[in-house]
């Protein structure tokens, strides 16, 4: 349960301490703050205060690389473009509260107060709350608190907020700005900081402020399509084809970007452009098709289609604490999810899974359509082909495959760590054809193939795999599938996973090789219509993309 205690203006401790209930968490809710219902909701509320993330006028701008731990030192919360972005446990915020006589002036002042009469506090990555404006703190309050706080965070506040406090040590990081590294050997006076510090922070961030704002203007009738990795593959690949094929756009310019030209694109409509030459072309297009995240470059004007690729059982982005990436990577998520901010549609293979990617993308429900995914609805229409046989004989021969032997597909998904592949060598009745992950560049045991996944789900018998999303697929062509977790607890600890859709595998998940492989030989058949494609065309993303041309064009 969260309390929302309206901020109604000035209010002491102990007022403040009489509107909080027991055993609740708290929000104090300023008039310059909204609220994402759905990013709260996805919290796991806490025994200790819980920081969150958010935005300014809708945008991501902050430094934060903190949202990778549990928990950590309060000091870290602390930076001159600090909102009031908090989620207060309401029994620890009561005994700090009580018999203190400080009136706090806004949201602000209270979360500064805590946070330094706090050791650790929690962090959750969620995009919680968008802020109109940055809250000015009370410079009285300041004034008090620099008496006692530490730590070069609080320098760096105090002075910008025009309060001086002892020179605090700091070591210099990827994050450091340019005035920091001046002022650490001279000091400098307050309102010329502030002005340093806007400046060297603007310079900061400057390589993606694109990604912020793009300014509109007339655009071409253009469809371009960047597939995964700039590879002619997967949603992108099957939406393509039969976007060629639909007579509506036969007088629009197709293109795919693509560094390796298939052979498939000649016989179509559509124009390969090597990742080089596609800029002018990707900035000017009416509609530009993804399948993942953009890359940092990504300038466009027209309306942006994302058509994903796979629905997600491992956690992503905001769901997942990503400690790695959040540690590693250069301002990471203020990359990554400034590139989501030029999502016009997002498009997902059924309903069940809208939700997720609202709350692992801060997504409004109404840019989710579940049209379904291409390559599933490809993959539906092989099935029904007469000539399915013709291609599961030429499979085998081109393996020497035993044809009195079923096909096993392994799939395995790609881990940031080594994991020992899985032995087949006891399924007597089984060949096994593997298709690793592209990423991935750990062996696997089995006939390694260079064909299409789609065209092995549909000749294949049954379907190994871990933590891929390909299981879907499998399902919605009623294969019998397999999912090997024996590095859950592994698992969980560098990605995590999603609750609800495990539990709907959970009949098909194994912690144990050995009862794994017993099942595979046995032939036990578990069915699931939960997050499972049944739709059948791409006539609703063609319906999108004309619309959205049209739309464009017109202005």
Request: with cysteine; net charge negative; hydrophobic share 35%.
């Amino acid at each position: 349960m969260v309390q929302i205690i309206k901020w109604k203006g000035s209010i002491s401790a102990g007022d403040l301490y009489e509107l909080i209930q027991l055993d609740t968490h708290v929000i104090l809710k300023c008039d310059v703050m909204v609220i994402n219902e759905h990013q709260l909701n996805a919290i796991p509320m806490h025994s200790n205060h819980i920081f969150v993330d958010y935005t300014v006028h809708n945008k991501y701008i902050n430094f934060y690389h903190c949202f990778g731990n549990k928990e950590i030192c309060s000091n870290e919360v602390v930076q001159p473009y600090l909102c009031a972005s908090c989620i207060y446990n309401s029994n620890l915020l009561k005994s700090q509260l009580k018999d203190i006589d400080i009136t706090f002036k806004q949201p602000i002042d209270v979360m500064l107060y805590i946070l330094s009469q706090t050791d650790t506090i929690a962090t959750d990555g969620h995009i919680v709350f968008n802020f109109n404006s940055y809250a000015e703190p009370d410079r009285r309050l300041l004034i008090q608190l620099a008496k006692y706080v530490s730590g070069y965070s609080w320098q760096q506040y105090m002075q910008y907020y025009r309060v001086m406090i002892a020179r605090q040590p700091f070591n210099e990081s990827p994050y450091t700005l340019l005035i920091d590294k001046f002022n650490k050997n001279v000091k400098l006076p307050s309102l010329l900081y502030r002005a340093l510090y806007q400046w060297s922070f603007r310079r900061k961030i400057a390589p993606y402020q694109h990604l912020l704002t793009e300014v509109r203007h007339t655009v071409n009738e253009y469809i371009v399509f960047m597939g995964f990795d700039y590879e002619f593959r997967g949603n992108s690949k099957y939406l393509a084809e039969t976007i060629s094929r639909d007579a509506r756009f036969k007088h629009y310019k197709i293109y795919f970007v693509c560094d390796a030209p298939p052979t498939p694109l000649i016989n179509l409509n559509i124009e390969v452009i090597a990742v080089k030459d596609a800029k002018a072309i990707i900035e000017n297009a009416g509609v530009v098709v993804l399948e993942s995240f953009p890359p940092d470059d990504f300038y466009t004007n027209g309306t942006v289609i994302n058509l994903w690729h796979g629905t997600p059982i491992k956690q992503l982005f905001l769901d997942s604490r990503e400690p790695e990436q959040n540690a590693s990577i250069f301002l990471y998520r203020l990359r990554k999810y400034n590139k989501l901010r030029r999502t016009d549609y997002f498009i997902t293979d059924t309903t069940d899974a809208n939700h997720l990617f609202a709350s692992a993308f801060n997504i409004q429900t109404e840019n989710i359509i579940a049209a379904g995914y291409p390559r599933v609805h490809y993959l539906k229409s092989l099935i029904r082909q007469d000539n399915l046989e013709n291609l599961r004989d030429e499979v085998y021969k081109k393996y020497q495959l035993d044809k009195h032997k079923q096909l096993l597909l392994y799939l395995p998904t790609w881990k940031s760590y080594d994991y020992e592949s899985v032995d087949f060598s006891s399924l007597l009745h089984y060949e096994v054809i593997a298709k690793p992950h592209p990423e991935s560049k750990q062996s696997v045991n089995g006939i390694v193939s260079d064909l299409p996944t789609e065209d092995l789900l549909a000749i294949c018998d049954a379907v190994i795999t871990d933590y891929s999303s390909v299981v879907f697929d499998a399902l919605a062509i009623n294969k019998r599938c397999y999912m090997l977790m024996d590095d859950y607890d592994q698992y969980m600890a560098t990605r995590g996973v999603y609750d609800d859709v495990i539990e709907t595998l959970s009949p098909m998940i194994y912690t144990s090789r050995k009862d794994l492989l017993k099942a595979i030989e046995s032939g036990i058949h578990y069915k699931t219509n939960h997050f499972v494609n049944v739709t059948h065309s791409n006539q609703s993303i063609h319906d999108l993309i004309l619309q959205s041309l049209n739309n464009r064009t017109s202005h």
